[in-house]
Structures are given as C-alpha cells and as structure tokens.
C-alpha cells in the first residue's frame, strides 16, 4: 500500500501562485498515475489534473486548464502541483491520489484511484 503525504498549501491572495507537492511511499512510484483533486466548503470532490506513469500523458480540467501544471519526479517519487494566476474559486483542500497505471477509469475519475492523501489546504482572498 502506497502512502501520500501532501504539502505546500496555504493563504495567497487572488492571482498569486503556490506549488502542492505529493510525497509517495511503499509502493513503486513509477508504476502509478498520479492525480490531485479538491473539495471546496459545502461541495463535493473534484478531479483537477492527472498525470501518466511516464508524464507522457495529462488531463486537467477545464477550470484550471491553463493556470495549474501536473508535474512528477519519479526519482523522488514525488508529484507537483504549480498554481498560477489563482482565484478565490480555487479555495479547497486539495487532495493527491494514486492508481495503478494499465487499464482502468479514466484518470480524471476518483474511481482510478486506491489510494489517497491526508489533503492540503489552499486559500486564496480575494
């Protein structure tokens, strides 16, 4: 069983940026994909980006298309999330998860995924 443990979240104002990093264990980094999702106050949980075992491959959706990048580096078994150009929108607790790559969902479904992280908190003030 994989263990994740997310980091960087915090306050920054609108338009601002932070980077979330996802530290994977117990399981071979490399055969996984790797997603992030977040839940807002009040709303259920959401798929924000994903990335294959290889990076060959992304999925984003579309409300941060444009502003996030998925990241990873399997030699530190680790996986990032930059966050440019924020929005008050985008205050949630963001959430790493991990599956194993081969056939399955989609990755932009939480159905892809086993395993999930503790979560960060991201807020961004208007």
């Known amino acids: 069983q994989v263990r994740l443990v997310e980091s960087g979240g915090g306050l920054v104002q609108a338009g601002g940026s932070l980077r979330l990093s996802c530290a994977a264990s117990?399981?071979?980094?490399?055969?996984?994909?790797m997603g992030w999702f977040r839940q807002a106050p009040g709303k259920e949980r959401e798929f924000v980006a994903a990335i294959s075992w290889n990076s060959a491959i992304t999925f984003y959706s579309d409300s941060v298309k444009g502003r996030f990048t998925i990241s990873r580096d399997n030699a530190k078994n680790t996986v990032f999330l930059q966050m440019n150009s924020l929005k008050p929108e985008d205050t949630a607790v963001y959430y790493c998860a991990a599956g194993n790559q081969g056939p399955g969902p989609t990755p932009t479904l939480s159905g892809r995924y086993d395993t999930w992280g503790q979560g960060t908190q991201v807020t961004v003030s208007s």
């Open positions: 117990g399981r071979t980094f490399s055969r996984l994909v």
